[in-house]
């Protein structure tokens, strides 16, 4: 058993937007921890990070939770559930291997980590193993209920806080035997709630506050939102005690107030809608209030709200412009993740996208070229363990993630450039040979990213440096194949190493194994051996470049798959290759002339 101590997962809350809206606990853990993990859309902006990015301090571990899917189109075996219960499963497993190892991690949660909030179904799969602490944090309702300025309940009144998602007709139900409601995780689900208003003769007295506590933020009456223009960040509320005070309305959409006639400065109640609008008991009397904005001054400003400066973290705008991208008005519970950071994000001018190759392991094979782009990227994109790999430098964002969402970070990469931003895809030895520019440039060439530069540099391949260790093994004709059944099925890959061996062709077979796949260099080894002598040369390289590096030459029939892992690279000789004993270890050369044996 490790001596090694546990770490404690917090999970903390971070308010509804405005990062001064942090509590001063939660700003101290963030800076504190030494993981800071926090989840986002295949876009990769997340809004969690942005809310806490003043408190990060330089050089801190990240992990990036890339929600695999944000809508139920999925071709995951399970469907929508199947991959969004496989993608909390990772999750877990990610943080639980930094706790395990002693590092306590914070996971940071928009508004409260058990409020709608995607913290909950970590907590549930680590809080049995590991110490859990949850920093509470103020909800996107109490934000909304501070910008409308009046009363959400007094007295014995009942508050009823209801998704968005919920059908039409059980939204009605709820909203008619309620004093007061807060309706959560709008978007496109905005007509359904508003018909639900209706139906039950709340809309009459019902706001709309979109961004609450943000630079951007906007009330309305609910009855006046464009229905095309709702994000996932706005909440409709139902006070429950009369407003007695004038509540700071914003302008009202353009097409509204032209079908209206009504100038923006007044706030006028909207006739009832359904006639259970002029009995319902428990709607409070209508209120007209003259909204004092003076002439020329922004609505937002006016209310009270302060716009925070865009800073290189992008903490405000970011946060308040971030857009739902769910589906239709009609969505289940389960369509989108309970997390805002599951919303998409907006463009703004582009930058570029560089792919580099860092070389297999040793820093002296990282060429200068990407050495010099690194140092030029705002941020840097790719798997934790390759992000790991790149000095730190001030101001640079890393933006690390798992292994298996290799579109999802090319996504993000070109999303982050067409903002503006100077963007380092990181891989392992060359970005060309099975890692992020393939996905980058499949990705680049979706229309939305025409005006996004791409580039890629090359870096030394594992293959040469595994084949360096032992001479020259790679010396005539060659192939590079991937172990790997992720991407393509078994049958395609065994196919192809029958005909790379039938062709008398030396072998580099990278991803051998993992841990969940053991069972491939088995199967390798026996259909090689069909066209191949038992003691063929096999060059067994692990961690080449890197601290744990290992190299070992030994015969095809005594390669054992227990000794392969994905750290490890392959490399199958030909008929033609040969090995040799020196005093300082194993030779071996595949002749460049046939007919030399």
């Given amino acids: 058993m490790s001596d090694t101590a546990k770490g404690k997962l917090w999970g903390i809350g971070l308010g509804p937007g405005d990062p001064e809206l942090v509590t001063v606990k939660a700003a101290r853990l963030i800076g504190a921890a030494d993981v800071v993990a926090f989840h986002s859309a295949r876009h990769g902006r997340s809004i969690s990070r942005g809310i806490a990015a ?76 590991f ?210 950071d599951a919303a998409e994000a907006p463009f703004g001018a582009s930058g570029e996208v560089v792919v580099v190759g860092l070389g297999p392991g040793a820093a002296e094979w990282t060429t200068p070229e990407v050495t010099e782009a690194l140092a030029q990227a705002t941020d840097l994109v790719g798997y934790t363990t390759y992000i790991d790999r790149v000095p730190v430098r001030p101001g640079q964002r890393r933006h690390a993630s798992d292994n298996r969402v290799e579109s999802e970070r090319a996504a993000m990469a070109l999303d982050l450039a067409a903002r503006g931003g100077r963007v380092a895809v990181v891989s392992s030895g060359d970005p060309g040979v099975f890692a992020m520019a393939a996905a980058v440039v499949e990705e680049s060439a979706d229309p939305r990213w025409r005006g996004v530069r791409v580039r890629v540099l090359p870096g030394m391949t594992a293959a040469g440096a595994v084949a360096a260790r032992v001479g020259a093994p790679l010396g005539h004709d060659f192939a590079m194949i991937s172990l790997s059944d992720r991407l393509k099925p078994w049958e395609v890959v065994a196919q192809r190493i029958s005909a790379v061996a039938a062709a008398d062709m030396a072998l580099a077979v990278y991803n051998p194994a993992s841990t969940q796949r053991t069972w491939q260099v088995a199967a390798m080894r026996d259909l090689l051996l069909e066209h191949r002598k038992p003691d063929t040369p096999v060059i067994v390289g692990r961690d080449v470049g890197g601290p744990a590096e290992s190299v070992r030459v030994v015969p095809l029939a005594d390669l054992d798959p227990a000794q392969v892992d994905m750290r490890t690279l392959l490399i199958v000789g030909a008929s033609t290759t040969t090995a040799f004993d020196t005093p300082t270890g194993t030779r071996v050369y595949t002749s460049r002339r046939y007919g030399t044996h």
């Fill in 131 to 340: 110490e859990a602490e949850i920093v509470p944090g103020i909800t996107s309702v109490s934000a909304a209920s501070a910008a409308l300025g009046t009363p959400l309940v007094e007295g014995e009144q009942v508050l009823t806080v209801l998704p968005g998602t919920l059908p039409a007709d059980e939204l009605t139900r709820r909203l008619a035997g309620t004093d007061a409601a807060a309706i959560m995780k709008l978007g496109r689900t905005y007509p359904g709630v508003r018909q639900a208003l209706s139906d039950s003769g709340r809309l009459a007295d019902a706001y709309y506050v979109e961004r609450a506590s943000s630079g951007r933020q906007r009330v309305l009456r609910a009855a006046e939102v464009d229905d095309a223009e709702v994000p996932y960040f706005a909440i409709a509320v139902v006070p429950g005690p009369a407003p007695t005070t004038e509540i700071p309305l914003s302008p009202a959409p353009a097409a509204t107030l032209a079908a209206s006639r009504t100038p923006h400065k007044t706030a006028q109640v909207p006739a009832a809608s359904s006639p259970a609008a002029e009995s319902h008991p428990r709607s409070p009397r209508a209120v007209t209030a003259e909204h004092a904005t003076p002439p020329g001054t922004d609505a937002t400003t006016a209310a009270g709200h302060i716009a925070l400066p865009r800073t290189d973290n992008a903490i405000a705008s970011d946060v308040a412009t971030a857009q739902d991208n769910s589906g239709s008005g009609t969505q289940r519970l389960g369509t989108l993740p309970d997390s805002p």
């Fill in 54 to 129: 003043p408190y990060l301090r330089p050089g801190q571990l990240e992990e990036h939770l890339i929600y695999p899917v944000t809508t139920e189109t999925t071709d995951h075996p399970g469907g929508y559930q199947g991959a969004i219960d496989e993608f909390y499963e990772r999750s877990a497993a990610l943080l639980a291997a930094h706790l395990d190892a002693g590092r306590t991690v914070a996971l940071l949660a928009a508004g409260d980590p058990l409020f709608y909030s995607s913290y909950m179904h970590m907590h549930r799969r680590l809080a049995d193993r």
